[in-house]
């Protein structure tokens, strides 16, 4: 079964930091970029940045919400993307999804995972 | 940045109707468009693929199309479980960037 599994979330205070795992299972994971989504309590979809695979140099892109304060990485020998967030802010609070991408495009954001929540609050 | 407008942002229909979505791109996107549904408390999941290509496994009456820079989602006869809100992307260009979704429930 294709499947992609976050963690990592949890409360933190402004300021702090926290780093999402995004583990990917069923598939050929060095194939395939990842995006991660976000989804504030209520509100709509926003795209938080994505990670290449290593084939197509690895690079990332990122939303300006998130840029200089969000890193992603990845591990294909654990089939795995990680996003340190640092600095969160209180709009940083959302759910957190980790999706599947093709290198081609045509399989943009294919797969979701079932989210993990972030709550940055004092 | 790309803005995807969405309409509407809600809708009360029944089953059996035919319920039409529209997303307009602030520029041209090509075929970069996808439909997402989204039930409460569940992650979104995709339903048609450049603009008009059925995700394997959604049902037939889900279908896309697409006219410049505007793009359609027809439900062709609402069921039960299609109940949910509607979100459109576009991934042509950086940032990605969503409609901000359509909301659907029983009249």
């Known amino acids: ?122 | 940045d790309i803005q995807m407008t969405q309409s509407p942002s809600s809708l009360s229909a029944s089953v059996g109707d035919r319920v039409t979505i529209t997303c307009r791109a602030s520029q041209g996107i090509g075929d970069d468009l996808g439909w997402y549904q989204q039930k409460p408390g569940k992650a979104p999941k995709r339903l048609i693929y450049t603009a008009s290509r059925l995700q394997s496994g959604v049902p037939s009456r889900f279908s896309g199309s697409a006219s410049g820079t505007e793009f359609t989602l027809t439900i062709s006869s609402l069921q039960p479980e299609d109940f949910a809100t509607y979100h459109c992307l576009q991934h042509n260009t950086y940032p990605l960037t969503f409609g901000p979704g359509t909301k659907v429930d029983i009249k």
């Open chain 1, 1 to 122: 079964e294709v499947q992609l599994v976050e963690s990592g979330g949890g409360l933190v205070q402004p300021g702090g930091s926290l780093r999402l795992s995004c583990v990917a299972s069923g598939f050929t994971f060095a194939d395939h970029y990842v995006d991660w989504i976000r989804q504030a309590p209520g509100k709509g979809l926003e795209w938080v940045g994505r990670n290449r695979n290593k084939a197509n140099g690895g690079t990332t892109e990122y939303a300006a919400s998130v840029k200089g304060r969000f890193t992603m990485t990845r591990d294909d020998s654990k089939n795995s993307v990680y996003m340190q967030m640092n600095s969160l802010k209180a709009e940083d609070t959302a759910v957190y999804y980790c999706t599947r991408t093709s290198p081609t495009g045509l399989h943009a954001l294919e797969i979701w995972g079932h989210g993990t929540m972030v709550t940055v609050s004092s």
